[in-house]
């Protein structure tokens, strides 16, 4: 059986920082995608970054330059390093694993 546990919300001031983690277990295979999601409330999911198979990494314009996701394909760990947080990136946040295994997600809150 799959789980994937997400860790390291919590509440921030704005211009703060917080550091997700994510790990999963269970999985049979390695090299797997993964990503962090979003979602505020009354808003859809939204995708905020990515680390490919190879190693690659993408970003939601919302967050260039004040994310960076890493993390370890073959471990399916992932992390998710927000700095300079805003309001507005107050949501939960979701880790997934392989374009289909998915957290229960971790509150993020960024209010002064």
């Known amino acids: 059986q799959v789980q994937v546990v997400e860790s390291g919300g919590g509440l921030v001031q704005p211009g703060g920082s917080l550091r997700l983690s994510c790990a999963a277990s269970?999985?049979?295979?390695?090299?797997?995608?993964m990503a962090w999601y979003r979602q505020a409330p009354g808003k859809e999911r939204e995708l905020v970054a990515t680390?490919?198979?190879?190693?690659?990494?993408n970003y939601a314009d919302s967050v260039k330059g004040r994310f960076t996701v890493s993390g370890n394909n073959v471990k399916n760990t992932v992390f998710l390093q927000m700095n300079n947080l805003k309001p507005e990136d107050t949501a939960v946040y979701y880790c997934?694993?392989?374009?289909?295994?998915w957290g229960k997600g971790i509150q993020v809150t960024v209010s002064s």
């Open positions: 269970g999985l049979f295979f390695s090299f797997n995608a």
């Open positions: 680390l490919t198979t190879g190693g690659g990494t």
């Open positions: 997934n694993i392989a374009a289909r295994y």
